[in-house]
């Protein structure tokens, strides 16, 4: 809810042409660890493993790091350490490993003018007698090996990624580096169309567990018989956030009317009756002061509003007025329209034909719907084969 409130000011994070600003990205930050705190302790501490959000970089569902290795390396940034909510890739570990080798470049050089070897130095600008050699100044051990520790340091991430470039065999946290756009642009397109309806899935939190890789499986940018393999991981990225979808019992949302519904006593019976054949939920009713008119205000699916001011009208012989406004309001469907029956209290609460009652009005809805954009709808053709005749009867 959080994040479907903020979507304009994300939306201006991510379009912006000032990507470079962070105080947008801050405030956010900290008001969505607010609301983190409120939903538990458990939860305070997810703000830092916040990989991507969805879909658009704007959306309400959330991507988790919890990829032993990955979400506690220095190589990691969460979506709030990028620029624009992620809208601009961060730079890669080998910009960074090249940017590390200019910088041995370049002190070998100055090592090189000043005709000294690097076992001639402890660092690129002390001797080891702790003569400066640009100013001639000494300095004593403890400070050269106080500058030593804090070169050590700033280089530590890209000396342990060179050298194990250098040995053939790249750390766990290395290889998902250079797959991570691909991991979040799998997730945005899981989130733009979902496993029910392909329709954008809305308050879905994903958790990445762990990413393991198998022997011989290529982990570089290189092409084999599967195509690219930023290519493979999308796919299988936007596959599993599907499955994990479809798995956890999800739930279609429609979208609502306010409706308001003024009619005299003598059809006011006519008017719940053609409510309640359209699934509409009474919020409150009354007279008016000083008038015989009932008021009725209630929340009225759109997929069922199609005639309802007809059928309103000829079922009171006019004598009723309605009004419909849309405020953006959106409504989950309690019913799971994966639901079959399997237990002795399915049966008997539904009987044994739960198809034949018409009352899963999830698996009604959806299978219009992806029948409508050309899906495929998993439905008997035929109900009753023993009662066809495919032969003539005349003998």
Known sequence: LFLEKNAEMMKSIVTGTDTASQEPITSLRARLH???KAAGPSWAQEIDNIWGLGPRRIGPNVLLNHVPGYHDSPLWHSVFERPGLGARKVASRKSASATVAARKQAMQHFLDEQNATPNDTADSFHRL???????????????????????SRDMSEH???????ADGVRRKDEVILDLDNSIVNGFQLACIAGPLCEEQVNGVCFILEDIIFKDGTRTDSGD?????????????????????????????????YDCEVQVNAEALGNVYAVLGKRRARILREGMKEGTPIFSIQAHLPVV??????????KKTSGAANTQLLFNGRWVQIDQDPYFELQTEEDLEEHGTNLAALGNNVARMYMDKVRRRKGLFVDEKIVEHAEKQRNLSKKK
């Open 224 to 256: 084999d018989s599967h195509g690219p393999i930023s290519g493979q991981i999308i796919s299988t990225t936007k596959n599993a956030c599907r499955n994990a979808v479809q798995s956890g019992g999800p739930r279609l949302v429609e979208a609502v």
């Open 159 to 165: 000396d342990a990624a060179d050298e194990s470039a």
């Open 129 to 151: 007698d702790g003569t400066d050699l640009e100013t001639g100044s000494v300095t004593t051990d403890a400070e050269s090996e106080r500058a030593s520790e804090t070169d």
């Open 304 to 313: 069922e509003s199609f005639g309802f001011n007809t059928s309103l009208l």
């Open 34 to 36: 607010e609301e983190l």
